[in-house]
């Protein structure tokens, strides 16, 4: 099992390889040379001499020697098959083949869909880090990052290496891969004609629960364009969205995005994440019946001044008037950095229990914890502390934003899984929360987010909006009834008060 998941060896099935077939064949274009980078048992290139029209010759390359044989079997009158045992990641695909012709080429397949982390676990060691292939520009950066799809190598290498010559390339791979390679044509304005992506269900067909799809991407086949056009099934007629950039920004609904791109800036607030500390067991704690049990379900007496209300992502998405919490956290610290040694004088209590957990607190494996004090968290400083905020969690679509004022006199911490804007004054949460909530904004969020991130909503996503851009669009009395049906709370916003805050809402530049 390891060895078929290091090598990312999920077959695809037939039905599906000739959707595949007939998509790439749908607007009557033909290719002479076919080749399958990982070409497994072969699926791709029996339904490529079944359907491909036009097709002379085809190579399929493949790591396991057993699947080699497999697909050395298939066989054609019409068509000259090559099936070769090869590491992709030891030759350079574009000059190491021998072809017959030069003849239009299209590239298909699968390539393996693992993370490079996945297969570390696996101590797997599929890995682009041969012949000159690390220096490749591009794949340094990408493999440099501590998670990278194996996929996503596939792609840098086959563009780098196809570069010069018209080619299409199609892959089945995730949708997070598909968004990086077109980041990755765009940044480096490679010269890429058209690209496409049309979703196919993996579940069904692999029984994984990922967004995938077939992604497309002509080379050096005509004019430049950067869009993406999205489709939401294989087979679809037509084209549900573009995605793609303006600018440098990646953009998931490009015409959605014009009739708001005015809204697109900088934040002249500053967006902050939620508290992290990795031991939800230790540090987060239920309140029950005047008493507080940790994660453990262990009864827990500290001094009440280091916890505070907890607002997870699942609250932001249900709190309708008013914020009950369900839950305490412990904060160690005021601000990041901050000492912690006086908590053993300060709060007995509380040194007592972090002691008791210390195997937990030391253990942490975030870099983040290392060389930082004991017992250390992120994501605090002044503003975890002010009384009114403004929070919107980053797993849901379409983003909701509430307000969340102190609780029984303390002030609100959200966990890591939210972002929030922290203020002194209620009014004011309740003027920025009516802005985000603003029908435009949510446009604005929706365009430039893809539903299937894991988690659409970030600091950069929100500190795009440019919050004066709305606030000159709207009158007093849409911003009131904005907050009213938002909060079920009647706000009065005072015309005076809120044209001097403007100023807040300008571009930081
Ligand atoms: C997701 S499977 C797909 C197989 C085939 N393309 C298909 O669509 O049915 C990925 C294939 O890549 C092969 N593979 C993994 N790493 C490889 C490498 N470095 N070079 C060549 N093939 C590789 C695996 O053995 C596996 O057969």
Same mark, same amino acid.
């Given at each position: 099992?390891?060895?078929?998941?290091?090598?990312?060896?999920?077959?695809?099935?037939?039905?599906?390889?000739?959707?595949?077939?007939?998509?790439?064949?749908?607007?009557?274009?033909?290719?002479?040379?076919?080749? /399958?980078?990982?070409?497994?048992?072969?699926?791709?290139?029996?339904?490529?001499?079944?359907?491909?029209?036009?097709?002379?010759?085809?190579?399929?390359?493949?790591?396991?020697?057993?699947?080699?044989?497999?697909?050395?079997?298939?066989?054609? /009158?019409?068509?000259?098959?090559?099936?070769?045992?090869?590491?992709?990641?030891?030759?350079?695909?574009?000059?190491?083949? %021998?072809?017959?012709?030069?003849?239009?080429?299209?590239?298909?397949?699968?390539?393996?869909?693992?993370?490079?982390?996945?297969?570390?676990?696996?101590?797997?060691?599929?890995?682009?880090?041969?012949?000159?292939?690390?220096?490749?520009?591009?794949?340094?950066?990408?493999?440099?990052?501590?998670?990278?799809?194996?996929?996503?190598?596939?792609?840098?290498?086959?563009?780098?290496?196809?570069?010069? /010559?018209?080619?299409?390339?199609?892959?089945?791979?995730?949708?997070?891969?598909?968004?990086?390679?077109?980041?990755?044509?765009?940044?480096?304005?490679?010269?890429?004609?058209?690209?496409?992506?049309?979703?196919?269900?993996?579940?069904?067909?692999?029984?994984?629960?990922?967004?995938?799809?077939?992604?497309?991407?002509?080379?050096?086949?005509?004019?430049?364009?950067?869009?993406?056009? /999205?489709?939401?099934?294989?087979?679809?007629?037509?084209?549900?969205?573009?995605?793609? *950039?303006?600018?440098?920004?990646?953009?998931?609904?490009?015409?959605?995005?014009?009739?708001?791109?005015?809204?697109?800036?900088?934040?002249?607030?500053?967006?902050?994440?939620?508290?992290?500390?990795?031991?939800?067991?230790?540090?987060?704690?239920?309140?029950?019946?005047?008493?507080?049990?940790?994660?453990?379900?262990?009864?827990?007496?500290?001094?009440?001044?280091?916890?505070?209300?907890?607002?997870?992502?699942?609250?932001?998405?249900?709190?309708?008037?008013?914020?009950?919490?369900?839950?305490?956290?412990?904060?160690?610290?005021?601000?990041?950095? %901050?000492?912690?040694?006086?908590?053993?004088?300060?709060?007995?209590?509380?040194?007592?229990?972090?002691?008791?957990?210390?195997? %937990?607190?030391?253990?942490?494996?975030?870099?983040?914890?290392?060389?930082?004090?004991?017992?250390?968290?992120?994501?605090?400083?002044?503003?975890? *502390?002010?009384?009114?905020?403004?929070?919107?969690?980053?797993?849901?679509?379409?983003?909701?934003?509430?307000?969340?004022?102190?609780?029984?006199?303390?002030?609100?911490?959200?966990?890591?899984?939210?972002?929030?804007?922290? *203020?002194?004054?209620?009014?004011?949460?309740?003027?920025?929360?009516?802005?985000?909530?603003?029908?435009?904004?949510?446009?604005?969020?929706?365009?430039?987010?893809?539903?299937?991130?894991?988690?659409?909503?970030?600091?950069?996503?929100?500190?795009?909006?440019?919050?004066?851009?709305?606030?000159?669009?709207?009158?007093?009395?849409?911003?009131?009834?904005?907050?009213?049906?938002?909060?079920?709370?009647?706000?009065?916003?005072?015309?005076?008060?809120?044209?001097?805050?403007?100023?807040?809402?300008?571009?930081?530049?």
């Amino acid at each position: 099992m390891s060895k078929r998941k290091i090598l990312g060896d999920f077959q695809t099935p037939v039905q599906l390889a000739r959707n595949v077939i007939s998509r790439l064949y749908a607007d009557g274009l033909q290719w002479e040379r076919i080749l /399958e980078p990982t070409c497994g048992q072969g699926n791709f290139i029996r339904v490529c001499i079944e359907q491909a029209a036009g097709v002379r010759e085809i190579i399929g390359l493949e790591i396991q020697q057993s699947y080699v044989e497999q697909s050395k079997r298939i066989r054609s /009158e019409l068509v000259r098959i090559s099936i070769y045992q090869q590491d992709i990641f030891d030759i350079n695909l574009a000059t190491s083949l %021998q072809w017959n012709t030069l003849s239009p080429l299209l590239v298909v397949g699968n390539p393996p869909w693992i993370t490079n982390a996945e297969q570390g676990r696996l101590n797997g060691k599929n890995l682009p880090g041969k012949s000159n292939f690390q220096r490749l520009s591009g794949l340094d950066a990408i493999t440099g990052k501590s998670n990278f799809d194996i996929a996503e190598a596939v792609w840098l290498k086959l563009i780098h290496e196809f570069v010069g /010559e018209p080619v299409t390339i199609a892959l089945l791979c995730k949708t997070s891969v598909a968004r990086r390679v077109a980041q990755f044509v765009l940044d480096r304005k490679l010269p890429v004609n058209s690209m496409s992506l049309y979703h196919i269900e993996a579940q069904r067909w692999f029984n994984v629960a990922v967004d995938a799809g077939l992604f497309r991407l002509d080379l050096n086949q005509g004019e430049i364009s950067y869009d993406v056009a /999205e489709y939401d099934n294989l087979l679809d007629a037509s084209h549900t969205r573009t995605f793609g *950039f303006y600018g440098n920004n990646i953009v998931a609904d490009l015409d959605s995005y014009r009739q708001v791109a005015d809204l697109e800036g900088t934040s002249q607030l500053i967006w902050r994440q939620g508290v992290k500390h990795d031991a939800a067991k230790v540090m987060e704690l239920t309140y029950r019946d005047s008493v507080l049990t940790n994660g453990y379900g262990d009864l827990v007496d500290i001094e009440k001044d280091y916890l505070y209300p907890l607002l997870k992502s699942s609250d932001v998405q249900s709190i309708s008037s008013g914020f009950v919490p369900r839950k305490y956290v412990i904060a160690t610290q005021k601000k990041v950095g %901050q000492q912690t040694l006086h908590l053993r004088d300060t709060a007995p209590k509380l040194w007592r229990y972090l002691n008791l957990h210390a195997d %937990q607190m030391d253990s942490r494996k975030s870099s983040i914890y290392k060389n930082a004090p004991r017992f250390s968290m992120f994501g605090v400083g002044k503003y975890s *502390f002010q009384p009114y905020k403004v929070v919107v969690s980053g797993f849901y679509l379409p983003a909701r934003f509430v307000v969340v004022s102190e609780y029984q006199g303390k002030p609100v911490l959200s966990d890591d899984t939210c972002y929030s804007l922290s *203020f002194d004054e209620e009014w004011m949460a309740y003027l920025v929360c009516a802005l985000l909530n603003h029908p435009k904004v949510s446009q604005f969020l929706a365009s430039i987010t893809f539903s299937d991130s894991k988690r659409p909503i970030t600091k950069g996503v929100l500190e795009r909006i440019k919050l004066n851009a709305v606030y000159k669009q709207v009158n007093i009395d849409q911003l009131t009834n904005c907050a009213t049906t938002s909060f079920g709370a009647s706000v009065n916003f005072d015309r005076t008060n809120v044209d001097k805050q403007l100023q807040l809402f300008e571009d930081r530049e």
